[in-house]
T-cell receptor, first 115, second 113 residues
Framework: KAGVTQTPRYLIKTRGQQVTLSCSPISGHRSVSWYQQTPGQGLQFLFEYFSETQRNKGNFPGRFSGRQFSNSRSEMNVSTLELGDSALYLC??????????????FGQGTRLTVV | GDSVTQMEGPVTLSEEAFLTINCTYTATGYPSLFWYVQYPGEGLQLLLKATKADDKGSNKGFEATYRKETTSFHLEKGSVQVSDSAVYFCALTDSNTGNQFYFGTGTSLTVIP
């Protein structure tokens, strides 16, 4: 069965621009989470979507937003890019329901470079 | 709040050496514990997990036991191989915070022939 697919794999953007990243979860998975990975801060939770609703949100500014579609595919958007937004953005999908903690399956990530 | 602390790297071992990577956690609810591995240029792959106290997770020769009394989940392998070279992340999810993962800072392991 296909894994988690993130597109694009690499992006180079200029400060002040905006960017949209895409994630297709494993078929049947309804939960999609996003993480930012940087050498200095490690892996930080951005937000989680479940059945098209944001269920949880990390401590990031409002420039970071996301959404989930009816087919569970998710997008995250970063507006007014800053140099510090350069990172590997990872998407994770899981079967998780409200009452069940299960493992997450990660995509290969989108490497965003802001110049 | 919830957090994970794991031993700092990098760790360099010779092939067939014994590996331990320490991991301790703080959780407000009832955590599930995980070890993920990341190879260069890749995302995270689940290595093993344990969902309740005294459970032992194991996979590919790696093992970790959920110790509630010491709030630990140390990763061990009896004989490492060059192909085990990667970054290892300890992580938890908490019944109080749903599907959010809390990750340690990662431990880089290099195995030399």
């Amino acid at each position: 069965k296909a894994g988690v697919t993130q597109t694009p794999r690499y992006l180079i953007k200029t400060r002040g621009q905006q960017v949209t990243l895409s994630c297709s979860p494993i078929s049947g998975h309804r939960s999609v989470s996003w993480y930012q990975q940087t050498p200095g801060q490690g892996l930080q939770f951005l937000f989680e979507y479940f059945s098209e609703t944001q269920r949880n949100k990390g401590n990031f500014p409002g420039r970071f937003s996301g959404r989930q579609f009816s087919n569970s595919r998710s997008e995250m958007n970063v507006s007014t890019l800053e140099l510090g937004d350069s990172a590997l953005y990872l998407c994770a999908s899981s079967l998780a329901t409200a009452a069940l903690n299960t493992e997450a399956f990660f995509g290969q990530g989108t490497r965003l470079t802001v110049v | 709040g919830d957090s994970v602390t794991q031993m700092e790297g990098p760790v360099t071992l010779s092939e067939e050496a014994f590996l331990t990577i320490n991991c301790t956690y703080t959780a407000t609810g009832y955590p599930s514990l995980f070890w993920y591995v990341q190879y260069p240029g890749e995302g995270l792959q689940l290595l093993l997990k344990a969902t309740k106290a005294d459970d032992k997770g194991s996979n590919k020769g790696f093992e970790a036991t959920y110790r509630k009394e010491t709030t630990s989940f140390h990763l061990e392998k009896g004989s490492v191989q060059v192909s085990d070279s990667a970054v290892y992340f300890c992580a938890l999810t908490d019944s109080n915070t749903g599907n959010q993962f809390y990750f340690g800072t990662g431990t880089s392991l290099t195995v030399i022939p």
